[in-house]
């Protein structure tokens, strides 16, 4: 109420004539800040997401504002580069102003889906930020609780990882490119579809970096063709290799 008065005649009224139209002005300076927090030696930041920049209709029917998820997307690529890193990913939280009603929503941010990104280390990163935030990344390691004689609360340990399992699951899921890949997917638990996926596109990422680094340091220049062709050929050689890298 207060920006839409501001906004209308009645500015005049406002002494100094100020309005609200511009505050922190993080949306435009959020590499500034982060860098800021960054020389400050901060290692956590709280996130609270303005879901009217993302659902501006107020429904997923409505339509999903991409710019408002390509900002959040370029915002946590910084946190993780700056602030939380990547090597303390497992025990540094981002606080996102969420409920986990709203958690499948943060599957968005990351972009079209596991399946399409080009480095799927960063997504594994953005995706355990969801799990944990949950408090659900437990049952990618931890196995399914099997009744112990002197355990007495088997049953309660039991549903809580079958509630997790199942939520973990759907999340994952939720984050495939695939649409269809849970109807043909054999894999029962979380746990086994997060290890399929690491061992296919780490293991398919290891072996594309040996293969580039292996044509860099393997390249020599002959005889038989012209000077300024190998050079562009190992100038590509050495984009393909800094990209892999």
């Known amino acids: 109420m207060t920006d839409l008065f501001r906004m209308t005649?009645?500015?005049?009224?406002?002494?100094?004539?100020?309005?609200?139209?511009?505050?922190?002005?993080?949306?435009?300076?959020?590499?500034?800040?982060?860098?800021?927090?960054?020389?400050?030696?901060?290692?956590?930041?709280?996130?609270?997401?303005?879901?009217?920049?993302i659902l501006p209709g107020g429904r997923r029917c409505a339509g999903v504002n991409k710019e408002g998820i390509k900002y959040y997307n370029k915002l946590i690529d910084a946190l993780l580069a700056n602030v939380i890193g990547e090597d303390h990913i497992d025990h540094q939280i981002i606080s996102f102003n969420i409920t986990l009603l709203m958690i499948s929503w943060l599957i968005l941010f990351f972009g079209t889906?596991?399946?399409?990104?080009?480095?799927?280390?960063?997504?594994?990163?953005?995706?355990?930020?969801?799990?944990d935030i949950a408090k659900m990344d437990f049952v990618l390691t931890k196995p399914k609780p099997k009744p112990v004689e002197e355990s007495k609360n088997y049953d309660k340990e039991l549903t809580s990882w079958e509630n997790a399992d199942?939520?973990?699951?759907?999340?994952?899921?939720?984050?495939?490119?695939?649409?269809?890949?849970?109807?043909?997917?054999?894999?029962?638990?979380?746990?086994?579809?997060?290890?399929?996926?690491?061992?296919?596109?780490?293991?398919?990422d290891v072996g594309i970096k040996k293969y580039v680094i292996g044509n860099f340091l393997g390249y020599q220049m002959t005889d038989d063709k012209v000077v300024s062709a190998q050079i562009y050929e190992f100038h590509i050689i050495v984009g393909k290799l800094a990209n892999a890298t």
């Open 9 to 53: 005649d009645r500015i005049d009224r406002i002494e100094d004539g100020s309005n609200g139209n511009v505050a922190i002005d993080m949306y435009y300076r959020f590499k500034e800040d982060i860098d800021n927090m960054k020389k400050m030696g901060f290692d956590s930041f709280r996130v609270s997401i303005s879901w009217s920049r």
């Open 113 to 131: 889906g596991i399946a399409a990104y080009q480095n799927f280390k960063r997504c594994q990163i953005k995706l355990m930020l969801v799990l």
């Open 166 to 204: 199942k939520i973990c699951k759907s999340i994952i899921l939720n984050a495939l490119s695939n649409e269809l890949f849970d109807v043909y997917c054999l894999m029962k638990h979380a746990h086994e579809i997060w290890d399929s996926l690491v061992n296919k596109y780490v293991i398919e």
